[in-house]
Every structure is written in structure tokens, then in C-alpha cells.
């Protein structure tokens, strides 16, 4: 069973930065490949960045390449999204995903993932 808690949301001007946090419990953290998604009101759960179970292997939306980084500390059981050059259109809940540990692609399709957390709010304003 994977436990995940994401923190580090908030409100925050176009153009900056924030890092979003996801920790994990359980022992099989660094067997997982993991995920961030993100849902605006209204709208579908959209797939953000996938990262392999190494880290050395990464996937992003078109909408947030060359802006965001996701990156993980297998040690700490720690997954990071780094999101710069923020816009008011990345608002949203973003959540913490991960795959069972019989999967290794970076698939970008929420219902391939098992475990979620329950989400941080990012607000980003014009």
C-alpha cells in the first residue's frame, strides 16, 4: 500500500515559481513510476509529468515543457514538481500519483495509476 501527501501549493503571480512536494510512505516507493496531474474546475484530470522509477527518465505535457521539472529523492521518498514561469492557466488542484510496481512506462493516462493523494491547490494570478 503507497500513502501519498502532496504539499507546497498556493496562490502565486504569473511569471514565478513554485515547488510542489509528495511524500510517500511504504516500502516500495523507489519500485514506482510517478506522477503529477492536475484538474481545474470543470474539467477532466489532465496528465502534467511522469518520471521513472531511477528518475533518470522523464515525461511532460506539451503544455508544461521547458517550465516544469519533476524529480524525485528515492531516499527520502520525496517526489518534486518545479514549476517556473508560471500562467494563470496552470491554476488548478494538482495531485500525486503512482503506477503499481508491475508498471515501468510513463504512461500519461490517469486511470493507469493507483494510488493518488488528495491534491494542492495552485492559484496563479494575472
Known amino acids: 500500500q503507497v500513502h501519498l501527501v502532496e504539499s507546497g501549493g498556493g496562490l502565486v503571480q504569473a511569471g514565478n515559481s513554485l515547488r510542489l512536494s509528495c511524500a510517500a510512505s511504504?516500502?516500495?516507493?523507489?519500485?514506482?513510476?510517478m506522477g503529477w496531474f492536475r484538474q481545474a474546475p470543470g474539467k477532466e484530470r489532465e496528465f502534467v509529468a511522469a518520471l521513472s522509477r531511477s528518475g533518470s527518465s522523464t515525461r511532460y505535457a506539451d503544455s508544461v515543457e521547458g517550465r516544469f521539472a519533476i524529480s524525485r529523492d528515492n531516499a527520502k521518498k520525496l517526489v518534486y514538481l518545479q514549476m517556473n514561469s508560471l500562467k494563470p492557466e496552470d491554476t488548478a488542484a494538482y495531485y500525486c500519483a503512482a503506477r503499481t510496481t508491475a508498471y515501468t512506462s510513463l504512461t500519461s493516462d490517469p486511470s493507469t495509476y493507483g494510488y493518488w493523494g488528495q491534491g494542492t491547490q495552485v492559484t496563479v494570478s494575472s
Open positions: 511504504g516500502r516500495t516507493f523507489s519500485s514506482l513510476v
